[in-house]
C-alpha cells in the first residue's frame, strides 16, 4: 500500500514539474513575443533573422520544387509557414473573413524527440464579421504530440486545432478550429492551378541574393463550412488562398520589415506582391500574377510600385500605412486599396497588421493586406 502512494505521489510529481515547465516556457515566449508592447517600429523578433550559430539546410535554386509533395514538413529547414485566407458569405451576402496561420520553427538544428525537440508549433486564426474581429493563438512544444504533421492522410495539427486532407495532398481538405469563442468547419477544394512562386518555388528577398525561400500558393480555392460566433452557426462559402513558403531565415539584418498582399481581381485573377524593407535602400518588391487560365508570371521590383497613401495611428499607439497604391503597369493593374475594419493589429509571435481589404475606383479587388515592423 505504502509502495503504491509513493508511485503516485511520484506521478503526481513529475506531472506538476512538467506543467511548471510549459508555464515558464509559455511565460517567456509570450513575454518576448507576443505581448503588445510599444516598441520602436524596426524592433523585429531576432528568432526571425538568420542565427550564424546553427546550421539548417540552405535554400537553393537547385532544388526542385514538386506540389502536393512539398505542401509537407521539410524539418531540415529552420521554418516554414502555412497561411489561409478565406473570404465568405452567408445565404444574406453578410461577408465574413477567416485567417489561420500554422507556424513551425526550430531553434536549432538538432534532430531529437520528446522534450529535446528544438521543434515549437505556432497556430493564430482570426474571424472578422462587419462588426468585429476574434482572434486566438496556441503555441505547443514539438516531440509530444501537441502539435505536428502526418503525411498520409495529409494533417497537421496544435491542440485540437488541425487541417486534414484527403490521401498525400492538403486539399480536399478540412479546417477545423474551436475556441472559446468561435468555431469553425470550413471544407476546401481546388478551383484552379498551384502555383510556384519565384523562379519555380524559389522565391529571392533581397536585391543582393542573400535571403530566399521555397514558395509555393493555391490562389483559387472553393470554400463551404460554418462559422459558429458566439454560440450561433452560420453557414459560409466563398474562396480562399493557400501560401506555404519554407526556409532557413526570414530576415536578414538590415531588413525592417514585410508588406504582403494577396488579392482576387474582378476578372478571375490573382494577384500577390510583397516588399521587404531595408534600412539601407530601397524595398525589394518581388509578386506573382497568376491567371485563371493557369498561365503564371512572376513579377520583379521594376515590375511592382507600391506606395503608402495614409498613416493611421491604432487604439495601441503604432502607426501603420492601411491605404496603399498598387500598380503593375505592364498588365494594366492599378489599385487602391481600402482597409475593411482599421484595427486588425495582431499582437502574435511577430505583431503584426493583417486583415481584409478592398479595393476603390475602376479596378475591383478583394483580399488581404498583411504588414510587418511598424
Not at 520602436?40 to 539548417?56: I, K
Not at 500598380?327 to 486599396?337: G, W
Request: charge should be negative.
Amino acid at each position: 500500500m505504502k509502495g503504491c502512494l509513493v508511485r503516485v505521489l511520484r506521478q503526481y510529481f513529475v506531472f506538476f514539474i512538467c506543467a511548471l515547465v510549459l508555464a515558464g516556457l509559455g511565460f517567456a515566449l509570450y513575454w518576448q513575443w507576443f505581448s503588445d508592447k510599444k516598441v520602436p517600429t524596426t524592433n523585429l523578433n531576432p528568432v526571425l533573422h538568420r542565427d550564424g550559430s546553427s546550421v539548417f539546410e540552405p535554400v537553393l535554386p537547385t532544388t526542385e520544387i514538386s506540389l502536393p509533395r512539398d505542401f509537407h514538413f521539410h524539418p531540415q529547414f529552420q521554418h516554414e509557414n502555412w497561411h489561409y485566407l478565406a473570404t465568405l458569405h452567408d445565404q444574406h451576402g453578410q461577408q465574413y473573413t477567416v485567417q489561420w496561420n500554422y507556424f513551425r520553427i526550430a531553434t536549432d538544428e538538432r534532430v531529437t524527440y520528446g522534450w529535446n525537440s528544438p521543434q515549437l508549433y505556432i497556430a493564430s486564426v482570426v474571424v472578422t464579421d462587419s462588426e468585429q474581429a476574434y482572434q486566438d493563438l496556441r503555441l505547443a512544444r514539438g516531440g509530444i504530440g501537441q502539435g505536428g504533421m502526418i503525411s498520409e492522410p495529409f494533417q497537421i495539427w496544435l491542440d485540437n486545432w488541425k487541417w486534414v486532407g484527403d490521401g498525400m495532398s492538403p486539399f480536399p481538405g478540412k479546417l477545423d478550429v474551436t475556441t472559446e469563442q468561435f468555431a469553425l468547419n470550413l471544407q476546401t477544394k481546388p478551383n484552379g492551378p498551384f502555383v510556384l512562386n519565384g523562379e519555380q518555388g524559389y522565391q529571392v528577398k533581397h536585391q543582393d541574393g542573400v535571403l530566399a525561400a521555397y514558395s509555393v500558393s493555391a490562389p483559387f480555392l472553393d470554400v463551404m463550412g460554418t462559422l459558429d460566433l458566439n454560440g450561433q452557426p452560420i453557414a459560409v462559402h466563398g474562396q480562399a488562398w493557400l501560401q506555404k513558403e519554407w526556409g532557413s531565415g526570414l530576415l536578414v539584418d538590415e531588413h525592417n520589415g514585410w508588406d504582403w498582399f494577396a488579392l482576387h481581381l474582378e476578372n478571375g485573377n490573382a494577384l500577390s506582391v510583397s516588399q521587404y524593407r531595408d534600412d539601407n535602400g530601397a524595398p525589394f518588391r518581388f509578386g506573382t500574377l497568376t491567371f485563371a487560365n493557369g498561365k503564371t508570371v512572376t513579377l520583379d521590383s521594376n515590375q511592382i510600385t507600391l506606395k503608402p497613401l495614409t498613416q493611421t495611428t491604432l487604439a495601441n499607439g503604432r502607426t501603420v500605412p492601411l491605404q496603399w497604391r498598387i500598380s503593375v503597369p505592364a498588365y494594366d493593374i492599378q489599385l487602391i486599396t481600402q482597409v475593411n475594419q482599421r484595427n486588425m493589429w495582431l499582437p502574435f509571435m511577430l505583431p503584426y497588421w493583417e486583415g481584409p481589404i478592398h479595393t476603390i475606383g475602376a479596378q475591383k479587388a478583394k483580399g488581404f493586406m498583411q504588414l510587418t515592423g511598424y
